[in-house]
Each structure stands twice: as structure tokens, then as C-alpha cells.
């Protein structure tokens, strides 16, 4: 078994030391580290993905995976950043005000990140007006909110509004997701989509930025 396919096997089983590993021996072998990103954990985390989708994998399962592929990306993030490898997009995401909740935000960030994103990660209990400066910084792409609770889902509403008075929110796209939200609750209060979980996030981002999936190989679950 070559390398890349050892590291999507450790990526989808969420051994995060065996991913790492394998990403080690991938460039000690003179791999280039961009396919170790489109060959190896991308397609993975896509499998894992899919598997949560159809009800074979659950949170827990998602979440090693997700955590598995951060310990790869942080070691070739180096490289990457040296050959002038530019991220598909920059993400700036939290947990809204009055919520402290962070388990989803954390795998849509893990999810984001091993998909190719520069990711912000902005924290829990943001105020809108941290996510306005992030967004008037200019170079975030999209603002993703996120909300478990149903008495902080307002705070969304009020930081797109927020967007939209500081003249930032056509600069960005924002995104909405947590356990209490809806697609038809996402375009009530103006935000540009909704995801219902975090594979489908990194879906959405891809489409509503126009980016391409990158190119991998077929994956299959070993035990």
C-alpha cells in the first residue's frame, strides 16, 4: 500500500499519529505535499463525509477524522506557504453571541481547513462587531455563524445586519448552521446559505465561492 492511501486509511479511521506518519514518510519519499492535500486527506474527509451523510459515521467519527486531517495540514502548511500555495478561500467562523457551544464550530473549522480554507476561527460568544472587523479586514471570503441554542439564533440576524451597516456584507458571503437552524430560517434573515452539517459545509462554501474540488482518488474504509 503506498503512502497516500496509508494516510487516507489513518484519516478516515481518525489516527491522527499514524496520518502524520504516513505524511512524513509521503515527503520523505519526495511526494509533493500539494497532492498529499489533494490526494490524500481531502478525498478522505470527503469519504468520511459522505459516510456521516448515509448514517454510517456519526459525530464522534467525523470529528477524529477532521482532527486527524489538522494534524497533517499543520506540518506541510509550511511548505505549502512557501511554494506560494494559496488557499482556495478564507473563512471567518464562530459561535454567536450568547452561545458558548463549540463542538460544531470546531469541525466545521477542522472540515474547512483539510478542504483547502484558511479558516479564522473567531471563537465562542462573538459579538457582531467582531465579525465585522474580520470582515472589513479584506481578505475573508465568507462568515460563517454558528448557533446551538434557539434563544442566540437572533444574534445572527443581528450580525448580518450588522454586516449590512457597516457596508462589509457584499463583501462576503455568510453562512448559518446548528442544531436549531433551517434553510428557509438562513434566507429569512439574509444569510447566503445553510448547512446542516459540517461535510455539507464545506460543500456549500465551494459553491457559493466557485471553487473546484480538488482532484483524488477513490477511497475505501479499511478497518
Request: charge should be negative.
Amino acid at each position: 500500500m503506498d503512502r497516500l492511501s496509508v494516510l487516507r486509511d489513518a484519516v478516515l479511521n481518525g489516527d491522527a499519529a499514524a496520518a502524520v506518519a504516513a505524511a512524513r514518510q509521503a515527503m520523505a519519499d519526495g511526494t509533493d505535499p500539494l497532492a498529499i492535500v489533494t490526494q490524500g486527506f481531502t478525498p478522505a474527509l470527503k469519504e468520511a463525509g459522505r459516510l456521516f451523510e448515509e448514517g454510517e459515521y456519526f459525530v464522534p467519527e467525523l470529528l477524529v477524522s477532521a482532527r486527524a486531517s489538522q494534524a497533517v495540514f499543520e506540518i506541510i502548511r509550511p511548505l505549502l506557504q512557501r511554494r506560494g500555495v494559496r488557499p482556495a478561500g478564507r473563512i471567518a467562523l464562530g459561535t454567536v453571541r450568547g452561545d458558548v457551544h463549540d463542538i460544531g464550530k470546531n469541525l466545521v473549522a477542522a472540515m474547512l481547513e483539510g478542504g483547502g480554507f484558511a479558516v479564522d476561527d473567531l471563537g465562542v460568544d462573538v459579538p457582531p462587531e467582531r465579525f465585522v472587523a474580520a470582515a472589513a479586514a479584506g481578505q475573508v471570503d465568507v462568515v460563517a455563524l454558528s448557533a446551538l441554542l434557539t434563544t442566540t439564533m437572533p444574534a445572527m440576524q443581528a450580525t448580518i445586519e450588522a454586516l449590512r451597516a457597516a457596508g462589509v456584507r457584499d463583501r462576503v458571503k455568510v453562512i448559518v448552521g446548528g442544531a436549531p437552524l433551517s434553510a428557509s430560517h438562513a434566507s429569512a434573515i439574509g444569510a447566503d446559505g445553510y448547512s446542516e452539517n459540517a461535510a455539507a459545509a464545506v460543500a456549500l462554501v465551494r459553491r457559493l465561492l466557485g471553487t473546484p474540488e480538488p482532484a483524488g482518488s477513490p477511497v475505501e474504509v479499511t478497518s
